[in-house]
């Protein structure tokens, strides 16, 4: 069987056409970005959030595949912040009521995504295996307002692809530095709800989700496959 | 609000017997749950407390806004879903939860923003201790994941905390996980009286009144919540 984040990446055409697509994902963050009550509806859609146990629906040969399916994450958080700071700049995200300009927390969170990036990478290699590449993807946005609504989606989808894999690792000590990664994705999560006119903490608990759950959510934004390339 | 038993699905923490596989011992596995109940109840007493204590006026003279009690508010009633979760969960198990403690919050309680530091630090603290603790459920998937969905909402408060008080809601690219002693020397001048659990598996005590001085000695991580 092939590692989790190859199928990850060659299941995304699949995903793509059948699942959520990006125009309605992007339709739904911008009710979010709107400041609607639907914030975070799309995570609600049936079939997505059940509100039980994540089950091993797909798994996990070993801790290696757990972090290349971080990395996988981590990789398009990175790309995507990256992108898009070099998209647009302080004035069309416009005043931040939360202290630091919005560009600025926006330049952090991308440097802690490209931390993730090279730790995680650094750790797989260190543990024989071999860390998934950055691949190539359209976010969809249009504007500062979008982007944000993305950002927002990104960062919660991220935290509970985290949550829902914690229970895979099997060292303890990667399991700390999943828990060092996780909280950092919360702690994003938090602002860029606040930026975005939702509640930082919209639950008393975090919303675990499975690896298939998190690839309907973040698959359409992977528009090539680096290992199996198939052309879009 | 969500209900305890409807926490309790959501967070897969129903079907909590450790499995026959499972090599930590229920008595390891009560004492990592407690440890967080203590730490729960802390949390949920100082916001239940404080926010009767305080009006709206006196987070609005600060230039907030009157939402920004409500936020609190909902916070506290995070911490009060995270003690009746872990209360159900820990006597489900067969385990005796502690109960709430005296605590001293009078230095908090002086003004809105003494009560906002303070609840900064407790939540920065709250964060660092999940982080460091749940590597002690690795072998029961079900709490672990269970404690994980705690611990992103409390790394969430603890950057809304941080944004009011004019601090980074993130200020590094790694959240510091803290051992149990740091966590108890964080804590403790809080505590007037009140059972301290902390994990058997950090050499922890499972239900004695008596905070551990274990690992006073470990010094890679200071204990520096951004207060």
Known sequence: MRPLHERLLSDVFQEQARRLSRRRLLAQSATVAAGGALAFSFLDAPGLLGGRTVSAQTTFADDVEVLNYALTLEHLEYAFYRDGLETFSDEDFGESPFGAPISERLTSIRDHEQAHVETLTTVITDLGGEPVEEAAYDFGYTDAISFLAVAQALENTGVSAYDGAGQFLENPDLLTAAGTIVAVEARHASYLNLLNGVLPFPAAVETPLTPDEVLAIAGPFIVTDPIATPEA | ?227
Request: glycine share 8%; aromatic share 8%.
């Open chain 2, 1 to 227: 609000m969500l209900q305890p038993l409807d926490m309790l699905t959501k967070a897969g923490a129903v079907r909590l017997a450790p499995a026959a596989q499972d090599t930590a011992s229920d008595e390891d596995i009560l004492s990592v749950l407690n440890y967080a109940l203590t730490l729960e109840h802390l949390e949920n007493a100082f916001y239940r407390d404080g926010l009767a204590s305080f009006t709206v006026d006196a987070f609005t003279a600060l230039g907030f806004q009157p939402s920004v009690v409500d936020y609190i508010a909902e916070i506290g009633a995070h911490e009060l879903a995270h003690v009746e979760t872990l209360t159900a969960v820990i006597t489900d198990l067969g385990g005796t939860p502690v109960a709430e403690g005296i605590y001293d919050f009078t230095a908090a309680y002086a003004d809105a923003t003494a009560f906002l530091a303070t609840a900064m630090a407790l939540e920065n603290t709250g964060v660092g201790a999940y982080t460091g603790a749940a590597q002690y459920l690795i072998d029961n998937d079900d709490l672990l994941t269970a404690a994980l969905t705690i611990h992103g909402v409390e790394a969430r408060h603890a950057a809304y905390l941080n944004v009011l008080n004019d601090e980074d809601p993130f200020p590094d690219a790694f959240d510091e996980p803290l051992t149990p002693a740091e966590v108890v020397e964080i804590a403790g001048p809080f505590i007037v009286d009140a059972e301290v659990v902390t994990p058997l598996a950090a050499g922890g005590v499972g239900g004695d009144a008596t905070p551990m001085a274990e690992d006073e000695e470990d010094e890679e991580a200071e204990a520096t919540p951004a207060a």
